[in-house]
């Protein structure tokens, strides 16, 4: 099981530093800052008062410290992650390093087809996620207006890159 999975279902303790600190889930966390919080990504910006009700109900913030191994290629996958700040990196082959910002999501594919996380993803540096486990995606997907689009045309620009790189791969050198 997958470490964020882990710490959501309080199977292992939180580092003991503090640093994998669940700011959504610590009793009497205040929901309007968490409102606050989603109003500064992008995605959540044409949301009503209600939608973002909504989201802050089915989603977790969670703070991880740089080097924290968010997914692992391979494995099964249960969660949807939306980078709130800090930067990570799917490493999606032994050469394929891409580096995801604040207002992208990764996560996604194992959430859409079941099959295991296409590739591990490493936090680069401390990182604000929020995370949204498998059985509240499709309530996401209906709360965020525009989300299921942005979902499609990341993923059309990610199997896009994939085969360029298949191309790139098969391609003979030129020696230049
Ligand atoms: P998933 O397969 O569930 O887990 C690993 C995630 O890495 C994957 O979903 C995508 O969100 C992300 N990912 C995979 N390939 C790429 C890519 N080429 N560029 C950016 N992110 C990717």
Redesign the pocket.
């Known amino acids: 099981m997958e470490l964020i999975s882990r710490m959501m279902d309080g199977s292992i303790p939180y580092d003991p530093e503090g640093r994998l600190e669940p700011v959504s889930s610590g009793p009497g966390y205040n929901q309007a800052d968490k409102i606050e919080r989603l109003r500064e990504v992008s995605m959540f910006e044409t949301c009503s008062q209600r939608q973002l009700r909504s989201v802050a109900r089915i989603a977790r913030v969670f703070d991880v410290a740089a080097g924290t191994r968010l997914?692992r290629?391979g494995e099964p996958?249960d969660e949807f992650f939306l980078i709130i700040d800090g930067t990570v990196r799917?490493e999606?082959s032994a050469d394929?390093h891409?580096q995801?910002h604040p207002g992208e999501?990764?996560?996604?594919?194992?959430?859409l087809d079941g099959?295991?996380?296409?590739?591990?993803?490493i936090a680069d540096t401390p990182a604000r996620l929020l995370v949204i486990s498998r059985r509240h995606f499709s309530g996401l997907l209906k709360d965020v207006p525009g989300l299921t689009e942005t979902l499609l045309a990341t993923l059309s620009r990610?199997v896009r890159?994939?085969e360029e790189q298949v191309e790139r791969l098969g391609r003979p050198s030129t020696g230049l």
């Open positions: 997914t290629a996958g799917a999606v394929k891409v995801l999501f990764f996560g996604e594919m194992s959430l099959g295991p996380r296409s590739a591990t993803v990610r890159q994939a």
